[in-house]
T-cell receptor
Framework: DGGITQSPKYLFRKEGQNVTLSCEQNLNHDAMYWYRQDPGQGLRLIYYSQIVNDFQKGDIAEGYSVSREKKESFPLTVTSAQKNPTAFYLC?????????????FGPGTRLTVT | SQQGEEDPQALSIQEGENATMNCSYKTSINNLQWYRQNSGRGLVHLILIRSNEREKHSGRLRVTLDTSKKSSSLLITASRAADTASYFCATSTYGQNFVFGPGTRLSVLP
């Protein structure tokens, strides 16, 4: 089956710890995205990557980091510098840029930091 | 900002009724897309409508786009309990990323 997988589904961490969220796609898409969703709100873009070994900051990149060493993988690290990390994190991929193509989303990871 | 803003924030209807939700945005766009999100899940793409199109259909879904009013509507006909979800519009302009609105929460009562 083609699609996007995110793991784990639920993640719990203590304040001050870095945590890495996994995102893998087998759709052969060039573009990948990380979004954050807070309760009752829309999605906000954290980072995106249009091609391997290149990525750009989105609207709320502070306290997050990413890498894109392989086409199919785009892990997100939530660092201790992120002031309010508890949220639902969604990874997405696309053939190309949003002005022409739809995005395919993974099932999400719910991160709780206490 | 080209943020999409859905209206209403929440909508509750009976099974079999039609559901209409609207999206307004502020600047010119290349396309507008509608997505559905079931509770606690990822988003699923529904329809993409380009700026030179006025209406698109997909099964029980009908999307209209009025670029002069900077607005779009999503109509779900003959709604089912399984249509219960949040619906988001996402706007995009050339070379830019999506901007998602806060969504409309639709409840379809059996």
């Amino acid at each position: 089956d083609g699609g996007i997988t995110q793991s784990p589904k639920y993640l719990f961490r203590k304040e001050g710890q870095n945590v890495t969220l996994s995102c893998e796609q087998n759709l052969n898409h060039d573009a990948m995205y990380w979004y954050r969703q807070d309760p009752g709100q829309g999605l906000r873009l954290i980072y995106y990557s249009q091609i391997v070994n290149d990525f750009q900051k989105g609207d709320i990149a502070e306290g997050y980091s990413v890498s894109r060493e392989k086409k199919e993988s785009f892990p997100l690290t939530v660092t201790s510098a992120q002031k309010n990390p508890t949220a639902f994190y969604l990874c997405a991929s696309s053939i190309g840029t949003p002005d022409f193509y739809e995005q395919y989303f993974g099932p999400g990871t719910r991160l709780t930091v206490t | 900002s080209q943020q999409g803003e859905e209206d209403p924030q929440a909508l509750s209807i009976q099974e079999g009724e039609n559901a209409t939700m609207n999206c307004s945005y502020k600047t010119s766009i290349n396309n507008l897309q509608w997505y559905r999100q079931n509770s606690g899940r990822g988003l699923v793409h529904l329809i993409l409508i380009r700026s030179n199109e006025r209406e698109k259909h997909s099964g029980r879904l009908r999307v209209t786009l009025d670029t002069s009013k900077k607005s779009s509507s999503l109509l779900i006909t003959a709604s089912r309990a399984a249509d219960t979800a949040s619906y988001f519009c996402a706007t995009s302009t050339y070379g830019q990323n999506f901007v998602f609105g806060p969504g409309t929460r639709l409840s379809v009562l059996p």
